[in-house]
Structure formats: C-alpha cells, structure tokens
Nanobody, 123 residues
C-alpha cells in the first residue's frame, strides 16, 4: 500500500508563487513515476504535470508550461510542484498520484491518490 500526503496549498494573490509537496510512504513504494492533477469546483480532475522515475523526463499541460515545475527527491520520497506566476484560473484542489511508467495525462492511468491540497488564487 502507498500513502500520499499533499501540503503547501493556500490563499495567494495573482502573480505569487507556491510550492506544493507530496510525501510518499508505504512498504511497496519504489519511487515510481508521479503526477499532479487539479480539480476546480464543478469540473473534472485534470492533468497538470508528470515526472518519470528518475526525474529526467517531465510533461506539462499547456496552460502551466513555463510557470510550473515538477520535481522529485527520490532519497526522501518527495514530489514537488513549484508554481510561479499564479493566476485565478489555477484555483483548484491539487492532487499527487502514482503514475504509469509511460507518460499519460489520463487520470485513469494513475493510482494511489493523495487527499489533495487547496490552492486559491485571488485576482
């Protein structure tokens, strides 16, 4: 079993930055590929970013490219999402999840979701 716990969300103003963290634990955790998703009120959960096992390959949804950076610290089983130049449309609950070995933006390909952390960006 794998447990994921997100943190770092909050209320910020447009243009500010936040760094989200995802702490992974569990006997079967072997530093798999990971992803970040977000879900705004009344909308479906959507892909944000993906990182492979080594951290050498990353993918982003178009709306966050150049503003968000996904990274990982395998020694400490941590996943991060650095979010810069935040916009009101980034407001959502952000989730980390264990991803497939190959890149996929489809949430159905991900397992072991965290409980989420709220990010609210005011204009």
């Amino acid at each position: 079993q794998v447990q994921l716990v997100e943190s770092g969300g909050g209320l910020v103003q447009a243009g500010d930055s936040l760094r989200l963290s995802c702490a992974a634990s569990g006997r079967t955790f072997r530093n798999p590929a990971m992803g970040w998703f977000r879900q705004a009120p009344g909308k479906e959960r959507r892909f944000v970013a993906y990182i492979n096992t080594s951290g050498g390959a990353t993918y982003y949804t178009g709306s966050v490219k150049g503003r968000f950076t996904i990274s990982r610290d395998n020694a400490n089983n941590m996943l991060y999402l650095q979010m810069n130049s935040l916009k009101p449309e980034d407001t959502a609950v952000y989730y980390c999840a264990v991803g497939p070995a190959y890149y996929s933006p489809n949430s159905k390909d991900y397992a072991y979701w965290g409980q989420g952390t709220q990010v609210t960006v005011s204009s």
